[in-house]
């Protein structure tokens, strides 16, 4: 039975929490591919993978912040879910569960896709966003760590910004199998 990504559902979630953490999930001080993994599951990407932390994407149900100690016990996620440079590794490989196909341009994505940034150009993914709105073929984006909202995708105004960043544009498959 196919699942269909709720592209909508994933962008008002981003909305909804793009400056503060929601209390079922795990918080990080580098957040943003958390964040965004969080945004996909929202859309009703499929989780896929576990127990197993270095494959699939996922991470376990029944999030509680807990004693607010920022440790959550028997509760685990893939590297995916959580590590910028392991999503990118994860879209770019997966043929099942969360699936997506890297395309070439900004202009080609759409709404709930996903874009991974390699500020140095060494090839290691440093920043994941997602997609909210386009304007003119342009993506505008939000995310976490340095939480922010309706920003131009290129980061050029950004401190972590080099005249050697890479971009990494996922398209989020609409259809699961």
């Given at each position: 039975m196919p699942i269909y990504y709720n592209r909508h559902a994933a962008v008002q979630y981003a909305r909804t929490w793009w400056?503060?953490?929601?209390?079922?999930?795990?918080?990080?001080?580098?957040?943003?591919?958390n964040?965004?993994?969080?945004?996909?599951?929202?859309g009703g990407a499929p989780m896929s993978g576990a127990p197993n932390r270095g494959?699939?994407?996922?991470?376990?149900?029944?999030?509680r912040s807990g004693s607010g100690n920022g440790y959550y016990a028997n509760e685990t996620w893939s590297?995916?879910?959580?590590?910028?440079?392991?999503?990118?590794?994860?879209?770019?490989?997966?043929?099942?569960?969360?699936?997506a196909k890297r395309v070439q341009s900004p202009s080609e994505l759409e709404i709930g896709d996903v874009i991974c940034y390699d500020f140095?150009?060494?090839?290691?993914?440093?920043?994941?966003?997602i997609v909210t709105s386009?304007?003119?073929?342009?993506?505008?984006?939000?995310?976490?760590?340095?939480?922010?909202?309706d920003r131009h995708y290129d980061y050029s105004n950004s401190y972590a910004y080099t005249p050697n960043t890479k971009y990494y544009f996922f398209k989020i498959d609409d259809v699961f199998y």
């Open positions: 400056n503060r953490k929601n209390p079922n999930y795990p918080a990080f001080s580098v957040d943003c591919t964040f965004v993994s969080q945004c996909l599951r929202a494959k699939g994407w996922w991470i376990t149900d029944g999030w590297y995916s879910w959580s590590v910028s440079h392991s999503m990118r590794l994860y879209l770019e490989n997966a043929k099942s569960g969360l699936t140095q150009g060494n090839g290691v993914i440093d920043h994941t966003t386009m304007v003119d073929g342009v993506p505008y984006i939000h995310a976490h760590t340095v939480d922010s909202a």
